[in-house]
């Protein structure tokens, strides 16, 4: 079954601890991206990456990091969390930027 | 970098009207435009696109217009149905990022009354 899995889907954390989000798909996608959700702000792209090794910047890059060496995985890490990254985070691939977007099944994260 | 307003950010109809909802872009080299349904507690998914060499694009209930002059397009649900309460989001892509970033807007809460 093709899909886009994340893990955790559930993550409460302190201020400070280092923490990695998984993201994994088995499409083959080249394009992958990373987004959070907010009440009344929609979703805002953190990073993304257009193939292996190749990674930029979104709208919100500030406090994240990514890496993508494998085309499968783009874990997110958040070095040291802070309250305002409390969100709802998305993983997303896709054959290209200009194609449909696959999204895994989020992350809830809160940082005390 | 790419704006994209969508408006409104709540529309409640009743089962069987027509809901519009619209959404402007400032990047006029824009040319690739998404339309992403989310369900309470789901993950966003895709209902229909358009690109830039279109004006209109239809999938049985639904249809999408783009106006390129005058940068916005509008997301067409005729005959609505209780199951099409959701959150919908548009989005762009646009030229000054290479084609390589998706730009939403901040999403429209549908509430489809029986």
């Known amino acids: 079954e093709a899909q886009v899995t994340q893990n955790p889907r559930y993550l409460i954390t302190v201020t400070g601890k280092k923490l990695t989000v998984t993201c994994s798909q088995n499409?083959?996608?080249?394009?992958m991206s990373w987004y959070r959700q907010d009440p009344g702000l929609g979703l805002r792209q953190i990073y993304y990456?257009?193939?292996?090794?190749?990674?930029d910047k979104g709208d919100v890059p500030e406090g994240y990091k990514v890496s993508r060496k494998e085309k499968r995985n783009f874990p997110l890490i958040l070095e040291s969390p802070s309250p305002n990254q409390t969100s709802l985070y998305f993983c997303?691939?896709?054959?290209?930027?200009?194609?449909?977007?696959?999204f895994g099944p989020g992350t809830r994260l809160t940082v005390t | 970098g790419e704006n994209v307003e969508q408006h409104p950010s709540t529309l409640s109809v009743q089962e069987g009207d027509s809901a519009v909802i619209k959404c402007t872009y400032s990047?006029?080299?824009?040319?690739?435009f998404p339309w992403y349904k989310q369900e309470l507690g789901k993950r966003p998914q895709l209902i229909i696109d358009?690109?830039?060499?279109?004006g209109e694009k239809k999938d049985q209930r639904i249809a999408v217009t783009l106006n390129k002059t005058a940068k916005h397009f509008s997301l067409h649900i005729t005959e609505t149905q209780p199951e099409d309460s959701a959150v919908y989001f548009c989005?762009?892509?646009?030229?000054?990022?290479?084609?390589?970033?998706?730009?939403f807007g901040k999403g429209t809460m549908l509430l489809v009354s029986p």
């Open positions: 997303a691939s896709s054959s290209t930027a200009w194609n449909e977007q696959y």
């Open positions: 499409m083959n996608h080249e394009y």
């Open positions: 990456s257009m193939n292996v090794e190749v990674t």
């Open positions: 990047d006029s080299a824009s040319n690739y």
């Open positions: 358009i690109r830039s060499n279109v």
């Open positions: 989005a762009s892509i646009g030229g000054d990022s290479g084609y390589s970033t998706l730009t």
